[in-house]
């Protein structure tokens, strides 16, 4: 694919379509990998995934491995998974505890803050040899309500300001813990063999719910297909600016602490019979029960996570036409036990390798992938919806009805933003 | 997690003992089932409680308080068997073609009237030009009810159950 002779990374991204050499050329993405993962806020943990001291995950910043620690005093630290001495990786397992990192190779020994403890054999080296020197390589590291974000870069701007009205939109989804905070439940990971952007949009893209899961919908009971009808509760998409963007789809369910006193949905009547009989309050049985139900909007995160209604949902592009997704299941933290099971069976039924949502979303991708080789110069579409519905966004964003592209629209703009430097 | 007698009928079961040549008759007649995808056939090899468990943890002691590829109970593989013949789903129409064997089998514990059988699964599978083979540890737990045997519980551990996995449009 030679249809980009030049650099000029601005001309293929245009209000309402962005060229399919975004989806196919391999050295825009290691521009991209470049001018956007190492240059924004990338998240790499949700802090319940690391609660303990000395607990740690393994996560990427783009295509960099890292290492989320939290030390002994609580702090969280973002560590290039990688060796000072030779390089080697120092934790390949996924999640732990441990107070110290050992390099497998030489043994080099680290701190979970990074510093250098150890060094076998160290008369081999010269005197002025200075530990201090190889500390494994620290990322900036900053976090909003538990999402836990780091960055490359010293200079750009703090992740709360990153975010901007982005964080409404996360304190609205934490309220999924009813109260008792939000904890990972566990995670499916697969790829797809399509481009990142492909993925990012998808979160954003209320349109193809209907067609897509047309199966996940006819699984549903009567009442839970209607609360599910995407496209007809009058929702719509804001631009929240800086590439993120909040899909509601079920206005009813974007704060989950109002309209407590609604009829429990008769799906959720054992569950709430069971909460009432472990002693709960009326009003507690309420509040857990609308909490376990899930949110109703997609908040996505430009450039690799969306708070997608029930879980976290994290891209890692893997190459120009690779993608890893982890859509992480969420839960209350120390909530009762009937409420994160329940929970855990939403999630399976929709997410996963053999949901009944995402393996039809990931054929829709790698179809989209495989459709894009053809055509020599097409362009992707975004121009669905560029009206915004009256009375909806907050004033001065741009926003469109529910099933409009702005989101992907407002994904682009800050593409571009990064991409023509 | 394999205990014969915790879903048992004593009252109505048939308590000849089920020997191995009788399981992996089974085992092979459901294996082909599933490469045809010949799904209603399949639904009614099932115990009424019986669970279907593609777990994503590999040492759970519970799957149902764990987070699980496919933890099904009746009324979800009906609703698994409804989608996959839909002609709705993009990932399951048309599916991925896929050749199973099942062997390296063993009896881990026998008891009248039932049996609980681990075995080693290799499936081969192809779609858009693309070969891909996945295996698992397989534990099936077989129970006689009158002249048949039934499927009371069956466990796919993938080998790569807590990895990247693709989105797979078929049941193994």
């Known amino acids: 694919m030679t249809d980009v002779a030049v650099e000029d990374y601005a001309a293929l991204v245009r209000d309402d379509r962005v060229h399919t050499s975004l989806y196919r050329d391999a050295a825009i993405f290691e521009a ?12 790499v943990a949700h802090a319940s ?5 000395n607990s740690y995950k393994t996560s990427y910043v783009g295509r960099q491995p890292v290492i989320v620690t939290r030390d002994k005093d609580g702090q969280v630290h973002v560590l290039l998974n990688r060796c000072r001495h030779r390089a080697a990786s120092i934790c390949e397992a996924r999640k732990g505890k441990s107070s110290v990192f050992v390099c497998p190779y030489h043994g080099w020994s680290y701190n979970v803050d990074g510093s250098l403890r150890k060094v076998p054999y160290a008369e081999g080296y010269r005197d002025d040899f200075d530990k201090a020197e190889f500390s494994l390589v620290s990322l900036r590291t900053e976090d909003y309500n538990g999402m836990i974000f780091a960055t490359f870069r010293e200079d750009i701007q703090p992740l709360a300001e990153y975010l901007g009205p982005a964080r409404k939109w996360i304190d609205l989804f934490m309220k999924q813990g009813a109260g008792f905070g939000v904890k990972a439940l566990g995670e499916h990971r697969f790829r797809f063999p399509g481009n990142w952007k492909i993925q990012l949009e998808n979160t954003t893209d209320a349109y193809h719910f209907p067609i897509v899961h047309k199966t996940f919908l006819s699984s549903l009971d009567e009442e839970t297909e209607n609360l599910m009808d995407v496209l007809g509760q009058g929702g719509w998409v804001e631009d929240l600016g800086n590439g993120h963007s909040v899909m509601v789809m079920i206005p009813d369910l974007i704060d989950l602490e109002d309209n407590l006193h609604a009829p429990i949905p008769e799906r959720f009547a054992d569950l709430a019979a069971e909460l009432a009989a ?19 909007f997609n908040l996505n995160l430009f450039p690799n996570v969306a708070c997608s209604m029930a879980f976290f949902r994290v891209l890692r592009p893997i190459s120009v036409e690779e993608t890893e997704i982890q859509h992480i299941a969420i839960g209350m933290d120390g909530g009762p036990e009937a409420g994160n099971r329940m929970r855990m069976r939403l999630h399976e039924h929709f997410q996963g ?6 393996p039809d979303d990931a054929e829709g991708w790698e179809r989209v992938q495989r459709g894009a080789q053809a055509g020599d110069d097409l362009w992707i579409m975004l121009n669905r919806g560029v009206e915004a519905p009256e009375g909806r966004a907050a004033p001065g964003h741009n926003a469109g009805d529910v099933s409009a592209e702005t989101g992907m629209r407002a994904a682009y703009q800050m593409w571009k933003r990064m991409m023509a430097v | 997690m394999t205990t014969l007698t915790e879903t048992r009928n004593p009252a109505s079961a048939d308590l000849a003992p089920i020997g191995l040549v009788e399981a992996q008759a089974f085992v092979w007649a459901e294996a082909e089932l599933l490469d045809r995808h010949d799904y209603l056939p399949w639904l009614a090899l099932w115990t009424e409680d019986g669970r279907y468990i593609i ?42 073609r896929t050749v199973r064997t099942v062997s ?26 693309r070969t891909r083979t996945l295996a698992a540890d397989v534990t099936y737990r077989l129970v006689r009810e009158g002249e048949r045997l039934l499927l009371d519980r069956k466990v796919v551990t993938l080998i ?6 693709h989105g797979i449009g078929y049941l193994f």
């Open chain 2, 104 to 129: 390296r089998f063993v009896v881990e514990t026998s008891e009248p009237g039932a049996l609980v059988l681990r075995a080693a699964q290799i499936i081969v599978e192809y779609k858009y030009t």
């Open chain 1, 353 to 358: 390798p053999m949901g009944f949502g995402t």
């Open chain 1, 49 to 53: 995934e690391i609660a303990d001291r």
């Open chain 1, 32 to 43: 991209e990998m470049d001018r956007i993962f190492k240059n924004s806020w990338v998240w």
């Open chain 1, 278 to 296: 472990e002693g709960h309050a009326d009003d507690q049985v309420r509040r857990i029960v609308r909490a376990v139900g899930g949110s109703g």
């Open chain 2, 160 to 165: 790569n159950s807590d990895d990247t996995l």
């Open chain 2, 55 to 96: 777990p994503i943890e590999r040492d759970a002691d519970d799957y149902a308080a764990v987070l699980n590829i496919a933890y099904d109970d009746g009324e979800m593989r009906e609703a698994r068997v409804k989608r996959l013949r839909s002609g709705f789903s993009m990932s399951s129409a048309p599916p991925a």
